[in-house]
């Protein structure tokens, strides 16, 4: 047991480097909230706010029901911060999922369809710094630029207007299948820019 | 493990949330059964969140932090998640089973839940009579699992009394309804972006990833249904330390490992 133990040891002081600690700093303050720390949702307020109300806000194109969005979708968290499943995504990334489909919802006025713990999604880009988040959205309106202005319309209309495929293909006047495509198609070519 | 191509264009509109009525209902059928397509749909979620940095504009205004203080400050905690009953000792043998069986069990509901639901749309009647032993279950599911992989429930392993706490990882899984719980405790903390990664070593054939943990200030750590293919049998399950990010192959040594009790 004792050769297990230091073998153990070893390893990790093998994989131990040092790098910053964003997404690990992001648990320690969920962690928190689950203990009732209010502090923690501060912090966590100050490092996301200005990503979920620019998201809340580019979806209602209104500031005060951008600001109703934002507070819900924090007050979700704070109830519920078991939603959170840190071994898939970062948070900022599923904080920001939760806001523009509530945004959407209230867009649309109709209910929120989808209980937050329903929402899960895979490990994403670290989030948690205002560089790293610089860079990834650099690097996320690269791949837009280049998309074909019908792929990015039809992208846009159902990430930001919540719009249905056939909605989509009855303004555009293209083939369902077609606009089907085009959506599938301009989210793998984000996903292949953030995986090479 | 992949997606089904027929669903591959309906899974990106279902991670919009932009995929209604039967189109729907009949992906959210597929899904309660194919842990690759959940898997996909994990994924394009994240894709979609790339897309929500594209946006800019000006910050909340001030007064948004006040109210959502004031708001959080009017709310307590509620120690939903800490009704665990200290005097009862999950983490003995027999607890252990007996409170894992008890969770796979209840997640199975969970799932059967699912594909009942869509059943049972074409009877208003019989599904209102077993909605609510259908919540009833659901709830009593989630209690389980929540006292299972509450960060803060009390965990207590017993050991000889001159044993040193050691890494533990306990895995419970059904083959039949490619169900697993793992629990570990007094796990080392890890490195900066690192990840410990749990294996399903089957009798034949490469280890199957089977979810990523980290684990909390004490060392404590849970993976739930994790996507795995169906049906697998394993010979044992292992854990290795990968990138965060996941690895779809052990990359450096097993770290602990432990077949079928």
Redesign the interface.
């Known amino acids: ?1 004792r050769d ?2 230091y ?3 070893k ?2 002081e093998r ?7 964003g ?2 700093a992001d ?2 303050l969920v ?1 928190g909230l ?3 720390d ?1 502090g923690a ?2 912090v966590l ?2 490092r996301y ?3 979920l ?3 809340a ?2 979806v209602l194109g209104d ?1 005060g029901a ?2 109703d969005v ?2 819900e979708v ?2 979700q968290l ?2 519920k911060p ?1 939603a959170f499943d ?4 970062s948070l ?3 904080l ?2 939760i ?3 509530r945004a ?1 919802d209230s867009l649309r006025k109709r209910r929120p ?2 209980d937050i713990e329903d ?7 670290d ?1 948690t710094g205002n560089v790293e ?1 610089a860079s ?2 650099e690097k ?2 690269g791949v ?1 630029g280049t998309m074909a202005p019908a792929q990015r319309t039809a ?1 846009e209309m ?2 930001w207007e ?4 056939s909605e989509i293909a009855d303004k555009t006047g293209e083939p369902l ?1 077609t606009v ?2 085009r ?2 198609a301009g ?2 070519a ?2 292949r820019a ?1 995986q090479g | 493990m992949s997606a089904h191509e027929q669903y ?3 899974l ?2 279902y ?6 009525g039967e189109e729907r209902a009949r992906l959210d059928e597929h899904l309660a059964t194919c842990p690759a397509c959940r ?1 996909e749909l ?20 001030q007064r ?2 006040q ?3 004031d ?3 009017r ?3 509620l120690p939903s ?1 800490a009704k665990a009953s200290p005097r009862r000792s999950w983490w003995g043998a027999l607890g252990w089973a007996a409170a894992a069986a008890v969770a796979i069990f209840a997640l199975s509901l969970w799932r059967e839940n699912a594909a009942l639901k869509a059943e049972l749309r074409q009877d208003l009647l019989a599904w209102r009579a077993s909605a609510s032993q259908q919540e009833l279950e659901l709830g009593q599911a989630r209690d389980v699992v ?1 006292t299972l ?4 429930a009390m965990r207590v392993t017993l050991v000889s009394a001159k ?1 040193p706490p ?2 533990q990882g306990k895995a419970f899984y059904l083959r039949n309804r490619s169900s697993l719980v793992f629990l570990a405790n007094n796990m ?8 410990y990664e749990l294996w399903l070593i089957p009798t034949t054939g490469a280890p199957i990833p089977a ?4 684990p ?2 004490r060392g404590s750590a849970s ?1 739930v249904n994790p996507p795995l293919p169906a049906g697998a049998e394993a010979k044992a399950f292992a854990i290795t ?1 990968e990138n ?3 690895s779809p192959a052990p990359t ?2 097993i ?1 602990m490992m432990g077949t079928g009790e």
């Open positions: 047991m297990f133990a073998f153990f040891k390893e990790i994989l131990s480097s040092p790098q910053p600690q997404i690990s648990l320690a962690t689950k203990s009732g209010q949702m501060a307020y100050d706010s200005s990503l109300y620019a998201v806000l580019r500031t951008a600001e934002l507070q924090f007050l704070w109830r078991t840190a071994a898939r995504g900022g990334s599923w920001s999922v806001t523009r489909n959407i369809e989808t929402v899960i999604l895979s490990v994403s880009p989030l988040r990834a959205a996320v309106r837009m992208l159902a990430y919540g719009m249905s495929h299948g089907k495509t959506i599938r989210l793998i984000l996903r953030f | 591959a264009d309906d990106v509109l991670a919009l949330d932009a995929l209604r898997l994990e994924q394009l979620r994240g894709d979609t969140a790339l897309l929500a940095l594209s946006a800019t504009g000006p910050r909340p205004p948004a932090r109210r959502l203080l708001a959080v400050a709310e307590p905690r998640v929540a992989t509450a960060s803060d044993t050691q890494p080392p903390p890890l490195p900066p972006q690192k990840a979810g990523l943990f980290k909390d200030e993976v330390v965060e990010a996941g450096t040594p770290l």
